[in-house]
């Protein structure tokens, strides 16, 4: 299982697709993830104060686009996914940071 953080506002923009990413995908060209050590570290550095987030649990193993696990903050591997999220590897979708894991 793989996490990635977006706002309610970016993935409603994706309501009538079979897939997802995020507007930092076209620029960057892959979409961030992370594992779920990660994820409060990812959430207090890039969404202190948000309360408009959602949280897309990933199946990795349903994705169709490749994932490599590159160097991020810290030296830290994360995951990255090389391509759109379809959805069917979506398998929860998580609101409010609140009811995220680890918090």
Not at 66 to 95: C, Q, S, W
């Amino acid at each position: 299982m793989i996490y990635h953080v977006t706002t309610e506002k970016e993935w409603e923009s994706f309501h009538n697709k079979d897939h997802y990413a995020p507007l930092a995908y076209k620029k960057e060209g892959f979409i961030h993830t992370c594992h779920l050590h990660q994820l409060k570290g990812v959430l207090d550095r890039y969404f202190a104060g948000r309360t408009d987030l959602l949280l897309l649990l990933i199946d990795e193993e349903k994705l169709v686009s490749p994932v490599r696990h590159e160097p991020g903050t810290g030296n830290e591997l994360f995951p990255h996914i090389y391509g759109t999220i379809n959805k069917d590897a979506i398998l929860r979708i998580m609101k409010g940071r609140e009811n995220f894991p680890g918090n």
